[in-house]
């Protein structure tokens, strides 16, 4: 269960617990975990591989911006290792990080993590704890911080007020984001503070906001990448569709970053492509787990520099049976890191994951977590297995037909079925009656796979029949008016 407690106590500095004293550095971190011995608070101890090092060569030094922690901005000059992006808001850096240089494994030195010393602005600086607690009640959003941490950062209703890069505020206006959703308002303060994250939100919430935004603050911090590293940033997603959801949303607030990449390594698409890509440096990976470890056995890609993690809807990866997979790639991540982890329910293996892999995590949740939107009608028609085809092709048909009568489009539908071969019967079914109707599920071609979505939230198909690939986390604009549940 996520407990959820609104925590009022006198404000003092917040010091991430990878900046708190008795972390190590991220030397250490290597360096123990090599001998099989965790090292990271987060680490387990049963190491298998580690993913660490460069695994080319270059150095690409690229422009670099500096911002202050009050978000005004100036352009600084090029850097190389050991230098930031971010100049001037992260007085932060090297020294804060641990101070050696750390060495791959194949000899390269790794230029240390950046942590930006964050603050918002002195607007939300002077928010009472009365008026930090009634934001928080009026934005329906819960904070339980761990035992003996310093409170969370304050909740932020305004982007203006979040002190973000400036390249991200660009894109922010450019998407016409005006507000922050409840979750953003309060997971991107405590993202943008270094803590580690347990958010409980519901899909649509806006959560992949809450955690790019801070993942490409966090990048834009750090030294360069070159050619041969790892990223900097990772996020691990249970299908290849909400992989790519969260892609595009990376890609839609780094798009003023001049150079920044990020890389999406899923089923489905070109193996080689994707090494290709990952070779020549990317800032951010967006993967579902079983491909990613793929990439990283074969040493197309490395852990070395990755110091944001997150991991998205969580619940599912772990239904899906992934939880190896992210805990082999948690064990073998250089022992600073910061975590997000999001879930759309608690159950007792989250909590676990969590427990394991998270420092002393701030839990945010969202609204009502784990229940139907309240603006859902739900009815259950009782049919035998035999009528099942035939009752859904009624009601749809039926439905459809009301929708052309009165020259309305007709209602986007999701018919969800259990297996593949299922799937495919019931779409030609509804194709047979006239419907526009399609099948996703994971025995199509990544291609098929796509097109089926990108005619799904056009509209130019009102029905998608699909397996569980589609059940969680696709953000249909316009959202599909009605849902089928077909066993
Ligand atoms: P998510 O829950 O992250 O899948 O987001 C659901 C939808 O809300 C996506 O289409 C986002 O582009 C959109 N969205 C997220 N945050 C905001 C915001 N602050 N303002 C407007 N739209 C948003």
Same mark, same amino acid.
């Not at 090292?39 to 387990?44: A, F, Q």
């Not at 080319?56 to 202050?68: D, I, L, P, T, V």
């Given at each position: 269960?996520?407990?959820?407690?609104?925590?009022?106590?006198?404000?003092?500095?917040?010091?991430?617990?990878?900046?708190?004293?008795?972390?190590?550095?991220?030397?250490?971190?290597?360096?123990?975990? !090599? @001998? $099989? *011995? &965790? #090292?990271? =608070? %987060?680490?387990?101890?049963?190491?298998?591989?580690?993913?660490?090092? /460069?695994? +080319?060569?270059?150095?690409?030094?690229?422009?670099?911006?500096?911002?202050?922690?009050?978000?005004?901005?100036?352009?600084?000059?090029?850097?190389?290792?050991?230098?930031? !992006? @971010? $100049? *001037? &808001? #992260?007085? =932060? %850096?090297?020294?804060?990080?641990?101070?050696?240089?750390?060495?791959? /494994?194949? +000899?390269?030195?790794?230029?240390?993590?950046?942590?930006?010393?964050?603050?918002?602005?002195?607007?939300?600086?002077?928010?009472?704890?009365?008026?930090?607690?009634?934001? !928080?009640?009026?934005?329906?959003?819960?904070?339980?911080?761990?035992?003996?941490?310093?409170?969370?950062?304050?909740?932020?209703?305004?982007?203006?007020?979040?002190?973000?890069?400036?390249?991200?505020?660009?894109?922010?206006?450019?998407?016409?984001?005006?507000?922050?959703?409840?979750?953003?308002?309060?997971?991107?303060?405590?993202?943008?503070?270094?803590?580690?994250?347990?958010?409980?939100?519901?899909?649509?919430?806006?959560?992949?906001?809450?955690?790019?935004?801070?993942?490409?603050?966090?990048?834009?911090?750090?030294?360069?990448?070159?050619?041969?590293?790892?990223?900097?940033?990772?996020?691990?997603?249970?299908?290849?569709?909400?992989?790519?959801?969260?892609?595009?949303?990376?890609?839609?607030?780094?798009?003023?970053?001049?150079?920044?990449?990020?890389?999406?390594?899923?089923?489905?698409?070109?193996?080689?492509?994707?090494?290709?890509?990952?070779?020549?440096?990317?800032?951010?990976?967006?993967?579902?787990?079983?491909?990613?470890?793929?990439?990283?056995?074969?040493?197309?890609?490395?852990?070395?520099?990755?110091?944001?993690?997150?991991?998205?809807?969580?619940?599912?990866?772990?239904?899906?049976?992934?939880?190896?997979?992210?805990?082999?790639?948690?064990?073998?991540?250089?022992?600073?890191?910061?975590?997000?982890?999001?879930?759309?329910?608690?159950?007792?293996?989250?909590?676990?994951?969590?427990?394991?892999?998270?420092?002393?995590?701030?839990?945010?949740?969202?609204?009502?977590?784990?229940?139907?939107?309240?603006?859902?009608?739900?009815?259950?028609?009782?049919?035998?297995?035999?009528?099942?085809?035939?009752?859904?092709?009624?009601?749809?048909?039926?439905?459809?037909?009301?929708?052309?009568?009165?020259?309305?489009?007709?209602?986007?539908?999701?018919?969800?079925?259990?297996?593949?071969?299922?799937?495919?019967?019931?779409?030609?079914?509804?194709?047979?009656?006239?419907?526009?109707?399609?099948?996703?599920?994971?025995?199509?071609?990544?291609?098929?796979?796509?097109?089926?979505?990108?005619?799904?939230?056009?509209?130019?198909?009102?029905?998608?029949?699909?397996?569980?690939?589609?059940?969680?986390?696709?953000?249909?604009?316009?959202?599909?008016?009605?849902?089928?549940?077909?066993?």
């Amino acid at each position: 269960m996520c407990m959820c407690v609104c925590v009022c106590v006198p404000a003092m500095p917040y010091i991430p617990p990878h900046l708190r004293a008795g972390a190590g550095s991220n030397a250490t971190g290597v360096a123990k975990a !090599r @001998d $099989g *011995g &965790g #090292g990271s =608070s %987060s680490s387990g101890s049963n190491r298998d591989h580690y993913y660490g090092g /460069s695994f +080319g060569g270059g150095g690409a030094a690229r422009r670099s911006e500096s911002f202050s922690s009050n978000g005004s901005s100036s352009y600084g000059q090029g850097v190389g290792a050991g230098s930031s !992006r @971010d $100049g *001037g &808001g #992260g007085a =932060s %850096s090297a020294a804060a990080a641990g101070g050696k240089k750390v060495e791959s /494994s194949r +000899g390269v030195v790794l230029p240390d993590v950046v942590w930006p010393k964050w603050q918002p602005s002195e607007r939300v600086r002077r928010l009472t704890e009365d008026q930090i607690a009634e934001v !928080r009640a009026r934005l329906n959003v819960d904070v339980e911080i761990s035992p003996d941490m310093p409170p969370a950062s304050a909740p932020i209703e305004s982007f203006e007020d979040m002190n973000l890069h400036s390249s991200i505020m660009k894109d922010i206006a450019f998407h016409s984001y005006t507000t922050p959703t409840p979750i953003q308002a309060q997971a991107l303060p405590v993202a943008l503070s270094g803590s580690d994250l347990l958010g409980c939100a519901e899909t649509g919430s806006g959560k992949t906001a809450a955690f790019a935004i801070p993942l490409i603050q966090h990048c834009l911090a750090q030294p360069p990448v070159r050619r041969g590293d790892g990223p900097l940033a990772l996020v691990l997603a249970p299908t290849r569709e909400l992989a790519q959801q969260i892609e595009r949303e990376v890609k839609a607030f780094s798009r003023s970053a001049e150079g920044f990449k990020t890389a999406i390594v899923v089923g489905g698409t070109n193996i080689y492509d994707q090494r290709s890509e990952l070779r020549a440096g990317v800032e951010v990976v967006v993967a579902t787990p079983g491909r990613f470890i793929d990439h990283l056995q074969q040493g197309n890609s490395s852990l070395s520099r990755v110091s944001y993690v997150v991991l998205d809807e969580a619940d599912r990866m772990l239904d899906m049976g992934f939880e190896p997979q992210i805990r082999e790639v948690m064990r073998s991540l250089p022992k600073k890191h910061q975590t997000l982890l999001f879930s759309a329910t608690m159950p007792e293996e989250i909590e676990a994951l969590a427990q394991e892999y998270l420092s002393k995590p701030v839990r945010v949740k969202v609204g009502r977590v784990s229940s139907p939107t309240a603006n859902v009608a739900q009815t259950l028609e009782k049919v035998t297995d035999k009528e099942k085809i035939d009752r859904l092709l009624a009601l749809l048909v039926e439905e459809f037909s009301q929708a052309q009568d009165s020259n309305q489009v007709p209602p986007l539908t999701i018919v969800f079925v259990e297996r593949k071969a299922r799937c495919d019967e019931v779409s030609d079914a509804l194709v047979e009656q006239g419907l526009k109707a399609t099948a996703l599920h994971g025995g199509r071609s990544q291609s098929e796979r796509e097109a089926a979505l990108w005619d799904f939230r056009k509209g130019t198909t009102s029905i998608l029949v699909a397996t569980d690939v589609a059940s969680r986390g696709l953000d249909v604009t316009g959202m599909f008016s009605e849902l089928c549940n077909l066993i």
